[in-house]
């Protein structure tokens, strides 16, 4: 027990340590999340106020602080919380024989850096558009779902604009998806996380990109713009599910864009009764209530 509560304290002041140490400039600039979201933010940010696709939407747009919140929080704030938990998982795994390359189907570590980094960044968003599908698919999970999808503007900080319990479900998936590429993430795999922030804070602003024929590979602003709406096609439960790449809905026919104008009502029916500050949402999705099916 004493080796556990090692593990926990250990993670959280290490992580703790390591966000204030980026804070300060104190690690190595590429491995400096805190001030690398902020500086994409800010160009995305830019890119919206001076090419704005929906130009009646304000620069601060409808819940924009709130939204900006989120990300912080889900990006640090929660990490740091729930680092113990996973380091105890972790150390619990060690202690009943399952090691990181147990589940391994391939060795790539003898790979160009390139080939990891490609094969590393595609099972990765495999493993998040399948959770992502799940959380629609089933009222529990969706439940939690409904405050990403409250946003009524969509703007860049929207991305991280999601229910902490998501990070529970997203998590172990996405370790497995590492397990089985070898136990290990590349070594410069900071430039997957890097480019996953940049897309996904496209995917959610308010510019009009398409990115021409790669649409049927990369996720896009007016591909994930209809995942939001309001009003879906009869008889699905959500369309669009790409985190990075829209290659996926291409394959299993979840792809759904009728036009570009970007006028489109975003939101669910029932999103009236999300609460409209941080408290009341986090705790929103502890209440259950059955999802309507769709006709």
């Known amino acids: 027990m004493e080796a556990y509560v090692e593990a926990f304290l250990n993670a959280i002041t290490g992580t703790l340590s390591w966000t204030w140490k980026s804070i300060l400039f104190d690690v190595p600039w590429y491995l400096n999340y805190f001030w690398g ?23 601060f747009r409808k819940d924009f602080w709130l939204d ?14 729930i680092s113990g938990i996973y380091k105890i998982l972790g150390v619990f795994f060690e202690d009943i024989g399952i090691k990181a390359n147990s589940l391994a189907l391939i060795d790539t570590s003898h790979w160009p850096m390139w080939a990891q980094l490609l094969l590393f960044f595609i099972v990765l968003d495999f493993v ?8 629609h698919k089933y009222a529990f999970l969706w439940n939690f779902h409904q405050v990403h999808h409250s946003v009524k ?23 497995f998806g590492v397990m089985i590429l070898g136990g290990f993430e590349p070594e410069q795999a900071y430039i997957v996380h890097f480019a996953a922030i940049t897309i996904g804070h496209f995917n959610h602003s308010n510019i009009k990109i398409t990115w021409g024929p790669l649409k049927y590979v990369l996720n896009n602003p007016v591909m994930h713009l209809y995942h939001h709406a309001y009003d879906l096609p009869p008889g699905t439960y959500g369309v669009n599910f790409g985190i990075s790449l829209s290659l996926w809905d291409y394959i299993f026919k979840t792809n759904y864009i009728p036009e570009d104008s970007g006028n489109v009502k975003l939101g669910y029916p029932g999103d009236e009764n999300l ?20 006709n």
């Open 153 to 175: 503007e969509m703007g860049f900080a929207a991305h991280l604009r999601y229910h902490w319990m998501e990070n529970i479900f997203y998590k172990p998936l996405k370790t």
């Open 128 to 135: 998040q558009w399948f959770t992502h599908v799940l959380l």
């Open 275 to 294: 609460p409209q500050d941080f408290i009341g949402q986090v705790s929103h999705g502890f209440r259950f209530k059955k999802k309507k099916s769709v």
């Open 68 to 81: 900006g919140f989120y990300m912080f929080f889900n990006f640090f704030l929660f990490a740091i919380a």
């Open 37 to 59: 979201l902020i500086l994409i933010s800010l160009v995305v940010w830019f890119l919206e106020i001076t090419f704005p696709w929906r130009k009646e939407q304000g620069v």
